[in-house]
């Protein structure tokens, strides 16, 4: 349904050019979701921002986003726009993505009346239907965001990505600046619209435990390890995934050594070695993407 | 919403007496005696003791002052603001028969810079950094530097006297109204040109935005309704602020081209030390001033919801 093909991402910058994503390759498949975990700033959410094309005007993109065999880095602007919220729905962070001065009834219903001609009524009326499916209450359509906690929040953005029935959802770190409580809330929430394809960003491990079928790992503007999430929690393949998961509390709480490295230039051949426990020789050339029956991870261990 | 707005209209109460208490002690704070200004204005000799004294008792002024400011209040709420020293009319009538000429001034200049500013400002925001937004730059910078006074005087020598296409002065016609609205509308939108397109910048680059792109809106709807109406709170702010402004401009403006408003008529009256329409003018703008505000608050609350339910 999604296929990425070498996507880079540079930012130019005064400092620089910043490689956020840089040579990304993943496919998402109907029916599932997929989550694709990763530090703060491993480029997960440009990524993922990069799909619906909304990227700040001094980001260069290359490579190919195909999704439904079109790739959407060839379509126009008009063209991409009537993909955006109608084919792909983007569910934003909560904080600050809705828009103070409207309601969030409204704001629900805009891309049903953008995209499927719906006049105001019905829309507004499909509307209640989804605030009732997804727990936020009919009454309050009419209110606006500050009146809703984070946790509400994250539900109305639900509401109005699942509004128009697209063919993919993009999740944007849905726990995001949530308490323990909230998110389980949340996992309860993505489980009701669990029949749709999704891709997932998020940092948050537990919950992508809990929800995701398969996991992708991003390291430093590049993928490090794909896998079914059950495979990948019992057993990681990549240095950096078993970091990730030893630092866990549940797991031990061992963070891993070192910093997340530049990403303006980062290291030679494997962006992870510096912090590896494992790292030698042969980790200064890039490793590629080893396949091993169905999971695919980037490191000469596996060769 | 209604016990917002009773809020803020007890608000204003203590405005309008700080107000009235400025307004009235004009007359003692000009340096010199009441009664000699009332002599002089109204019959234009030197005062003598006598005719100073004879004035005292027949305006009150040897009442205490606290008598006399309760006295002016009470009449001037009523609209009385006593009678013209030099000319004998009341002096509401003086100021009656000039509104007509400063409202139509005023509102002209006041709805055709908002609509360029807004306009302006949306367009260079939109097209932040290409030739339209240098070309509102330069403009706006032209209407910031360039005194008024000396604008409208180079209008009026390119426009009436060398092109003989408008009228130099005078009130009338929409041909009147031409240069001195263009002239004091130039100056008034050239900084709020700039405050549209930063709002509007500061707007657009909220994630909001970004949620409203995502979900495919067309950018036109995406800049008016979710961009422009966040940023429309602070420059609401800004535009009301600036009325103030825009009064006291219109007085230079209506001096240039003599133009039988308010303004002139403040200033003529300060010349005349005619004190009981300067003291009216005073405080019909200060009133004029906080009704504004309290209007503007009140859109506030219609266009922010998190004002509207703050209480």
Request: proline share 5%; with cysteine; net charge positive.
């Amino acid at each position: 349904m999604l296929k990425i093909e070498n996507l880079k991402v540079y930012f130019k910058t005064d400092l620089g050019i910043v490689k956020a994503v840089d040579g990304v390759d993943l496919e998402v498949h109907k029916g599932e979701r997929f989550t694709l975990i990763g530090e703060s700033g491993s480029g997960k959410s440009v990524l993922a921002i990069s799909i619906l094309r909304l990227l700040p005007k001094n980001a260069e993109i290359s490579g190919k986003i195909v999704f439904n065999g079109k790739n959407l880095l060839e379509l126009s602007e008009e063209e991409m726009r009537r993909i955006r919220g109608r084919k792909i729905a983007w569910i934003p962070q909560s904080q600050s993505s809705l828009n103070p001065v409207l309601t969030v009834g409204f704001q629900s219903a805009e891309p049903m009346i953008e995209h499927l001609g719906f006049d105001k009524k019905s829309a507004f009326a499909k509307v209640l239907r989804i605030f009732d499916f997804l727990g936020i209450g009919r009454n309050r359509a009419k209110d606006y965001p500050h009146q809703f906690s984070g946790g509400m929040r994250q539900r109305v953005l639900v509401a109005m990505g699942i509004s128009t029935s697209p063919e993919l959802i993009i999740a944007d770190e849905p726990t995001k600046g949530l308490d323990a409580s909230k998110r389980a809330q949340v996992v309860g929430l993505f489980r009701r619209i669990e029949d749709r394809t999704m891709l997932i960003i998020t940092h948050d491990l537990n919950f992508a435990e809990k929800l995701a079928d398969r996991i992708a790992v991003m390291y430093c503007g590049k993928i490090v390890e794909v896998s079914p999430a059950k495979e990948f929690f019992n057993e990681p393949l990549h240095p950096y995934s078993k970091g990730l998961l030893d630092s866990l509390p549940s797991r031990g709480l061992k963070p891993i050594r070192g910093f997340q490295p530049s990403m303006m230039n980062p290291p030679s051949g494997c962006r992870f070695r510096e912090r590896c426990e494992f790292a030698s020789e042969r980790c200064r050339r890039e490793p590629p993407l080893f396949n091993l029956n169905g999971r695919s991870v980037r490191c000469w261990l596996h060769d | 919403m209604l016990r917002y707005i009773a809020r803020r209209l007890l608000q204003i109460v203590p405005t309008l007496l700080g107000i009235s208490i400025i307004s009235f002690s004009l007359l003692y704070i000009f340096p010199g005696d009441p009664a000699e200004f009332i002599v002089e204005a109204r019959y234009a000799v030197e005062p003598t003791q006598e005719m100073v004294k004879k004035i005292r008792m027949e305006m009150g002024l040897d009442r205490p002052m606290l008598v006399q400011y309760l006295d002016w209040l009470s009449k001037a709420v009523r609209g009385d603001f006593g009678k013209s020293w030099t000319e004998d009319k009341p002096v509401m009538d003086l100021i009656l028969e000039r509104l007509p000429a400063s409202a139509q001034l005023f509102f002209t200049t006041f709805a055709i810079s908002i609509a360029f500013a807004m306009l302006l400002g949306i367009i260079s925001a939109i097209y932040k950094d290409r030739a339209v937004d240098h070309f509102c730059r330069i403009f706006s910078l032209l209407g910031i530097s360039i005194p008024s006074f000396w604008l409208g005087l180079i209008l009026i020598w390119i426009f009436s006297v060398q092109l003989r296409l408008l009228p130099a002065f005078g009130y009338g016609g929409i041909e009147h109204l031409i240069l001195p609205v263009l002239t004091w509308s130039f100056s008034f939108m050239a900084i709020k040109t700039r405050f549209v397109r930063s709002c509007l910048l500061e707007a657009l680059s909220q994630d909001y935005v970004i949620t409203a792109r995502a979900k495919g809106l067309p950018e036109r709807i995406v800049v008016l309704r979710h961009a422009l109406r966040n940023a429309l709170i602070p420059i609401i702010t800004y535009f009301s602020l600036s009325i103030s402004h825009l009064i006291v401009g219109s007085i230079m403006v209506e001096v240039v081209f003599s133009w039988p408003g308010l303004g002139s008529l403040l200033v003529e009256s300060v010349f005349k030390r005619d004190f009981p329409v300067v003291q009216a003018l005073v405080f019909i703008s200060g009133v004029l001033f906080v009704i504004v505000n309290l209007v503007v608050d009140i859109l506030y609350a219609v266009i922010d919801p998190r004002i509207r339910y703050g209480d």
